[in-house]
């Protein structure tokens, strides 16, 4: 009886031991990355008939898994948010306006949550990719195509890159101010300089 009991552990042993060597480096491999705030920075641009405006977030918060398995790395999952009001100017007036045109008063973040990434190239030390996924502001979801610049190294992921957008492809009325003499311009521009941390 011992006899069998001993023939019949090895082929266990043997499939216990083939699961974890072919399992074990695709779980080391996923790795989960939350967007650190404080080295983090974006900014959104545009114009008015007064003058150019740059406004900053303060607050954001995302999360971010790469497998960094094979030759390049693979985003699996990526989301990023933005509280609405932490959009600064530096002047009291255009920060309620442009809260106004975004109705924070009902909508308080702006996301984004990826689908896929498109395409993916090395670029000197990092790579190149197409980013797709659904952007949401003032509860409109658009679906968005963004380029970015990635850069991993160690136990950091840079994230960074651009993207143009109007305020009307989300149903917005671009900001005015003092009785609608000063009308911002319907273009904006989305820069993001983001770092990511296990």
Known sequence: MDRHFK??????????LWLMMGVLPLSLAAQ???????Q???????TSSLHDWEEV???QSGS?????????????????AVEAESLKSGKTGMDKNTYKALNTDKYKQITFKLDQVKSMAAKGPGHKLVAVGQLTISGKTNKVEIDMELL?????VV????KALKFTDFGLEPPKALMGTIKTGDDI??????VWKK
């Open 7 to 16: 023939k019949r552990s090895i082929p266990i042993r043997v499939t216990l």
């Open 32 to 38: 989960s990355y939350k967007l650190d705030n404080a």
């Open 40 to 46: 983090s920075k974006l900014t959104v641009t545009g």
């Open 57 to 59: 977030a303060e607050q």
């Open 64 to 80: 971010l898994a790469m497998d960094q398995g094979g030759e390049s790395p693979s985003i699996t999952s990526l989301s990023f």
């Open 152 to 156: 991993a190294s160690g136990d950091k």
């Open 159 to 162: 994230l960074k890159g651009s």
């Open 189 to 194: 521009v989305v820069h993001f300089d983001t």
